[in-house]
C-alpha cells in the first residue's frame, strides 16, 4: 500500500538553529500538508500546498516556517530558528484529487526537540 | 467556531469486550468525519470514514462508527477488542463544503487493554 514517508524520524537541535523536515508524499497524490503534534495537546493544522502554492495556512504557521516541493517528490517544511515551543511531532500528509481530496494519508512523523 | 470533542481522555478495558469511543462536533453543516488511529511510533492510520449515504459505517480492523446528525456524533465502536487495538484514537472532521481541507482533531482518546 502507498504510503507518506517522513525523515528524520527525530531530530534534536539547539534553540535558534535551522531544521528541514523531509516528506515523501504519495507519488500520485496532489495535496500536500504539514500538521503537528505538541506532546499532550492535539494534532494541528499548519499549511496545506498544492499546485506548487500554499493554499492555507494556520496563525501558527508564520514567517519562520516555510514549505518547499523543490523536486516533484519530496515536500520538506523548514523552520528557520527554532524556538523551545516548536518542540513536537510533525507529520506530512497528502491527499489525491477529486473525492480522494479530504481523505489524508499521514507519515509516520518526525519528533523534533529543540533544546 | 467549528470544533471536535472527544470526552474521554482515557479508556480502559479488557481484552474481548465491546467498545465505544465517543466523537461530538460543532459545525454549521454536516462535515466530512474520520477517525485515525495512532500506534506508539506509528504514523496517523485512517480506520473509516463518513461522507454521506449510510450512518453506519465500516472500516478497518473490525471498527464502525455510526452518524448521529442529531446528536451532531460520530461514535466509534468494535464488538470485541484485542490487545492490539490498544492505541490512541482521534476523531476528525473537515468541512464538506468550501475550499477548506484542515482537518480538525480532537483531542483524542487514549485506549487500554487489559489481558
Known amino acids: 500500500e502507498p504510503e507518506v514517508t517522513q525523515t528524520p524520524s527525530h531530530q534534536v537541535t539547539q534553540m535558534g538553529q535551522e531544521v528541514i523536515l523531509r516528506c515523501v508524499p504519495i507519488s500520485n497524490h496532489l495535496y500536500f500538508y504539514w500538521y503537528r503534534q505538541i506532546l499532550g495537546q492535539k494534532v494541528e493544522f499548519l499549511v496545506s500546498?498544492?499546485?506548487?502554492?500554499?493554499?492555507?495556512k494556520s496563525e501558527i504557521f508564520d514567517d519562520q516556517f516555510s514549505v518547499e516541493r523543490p523536486d516533484g517528490s519530496n515536500f520538506t517544511l523548514k523552520i528557520r530558528s527554532t524556538k523551545l515551543e516548536d518542540s513536537a511531532m510533525y507529520f506530512c500528509?497528502?491527499?489525491?484529487?477529486?473525492?480522494?481530496?479530504?481523505?489524508?494519508?499521514f507519515g509516520a512523523g518526525s519528533r523534533l526537540t529543540v533544546l | 467556531a467549528q470544533s471536535v470533542t472527544q470526552p474521554d481522555i482515557h479508556i480502559t478495558v479488557s481484552e474481548g469486550a465491546s467498545l465505544e469511543l465517543r466523537c461530538n462536533y460543532s459545525?454549521?453543516?454536516?462535515?466530512?468525519l474520520f477517525w485515525y488511529v495512532q500506534s506508539p511510533g506509528q504514523g496517523l492510520q485512517l480506520l473509516l470514514k463518513?461522507?454521506?449515504?449510510?450512518?453506519l459505517v465500516q472500516g478497518i480492523k473490525g471498527f464502525e462508527a455510526e452518524f448521529k446528525r442529531s446528536q451532531s456524533s460520530f461514535n466509534l465502536r468494535k464488538p470485541s477488542v484485542h490487545w492490539s487495538d490498544a492505541a490512541e484514537y482521534f476523531c476528525?472532521?473537515?468541512?464538506?463544503?468550501?475550499?477548506?481541507?484542515?482537518?480538525?482533531f480532537g483531542s483524542g482518546t487514549q485506549l487500554t487493554v487489559l489481558p
Open positions: 500546498f498544492y499546485n506548487n502554492e500554499i493554499s492555507e
Open positions: 500528509a497528502s491527499s489525491g484529487g477529486g473525492a480522494g481530496a479530504n481523505v489524508l494519508t
Open positions: 463518513y461522507f454521506s449515504g449510510d450512518t
Open positions: 476528525a472532521v473537515v468541512p464538506s463544503s468550501g475550499s477548506a481541507r484542515q482537518l480538525t
Open positions: 459545525y454549521g453543516a454536516t462535515p466530512y
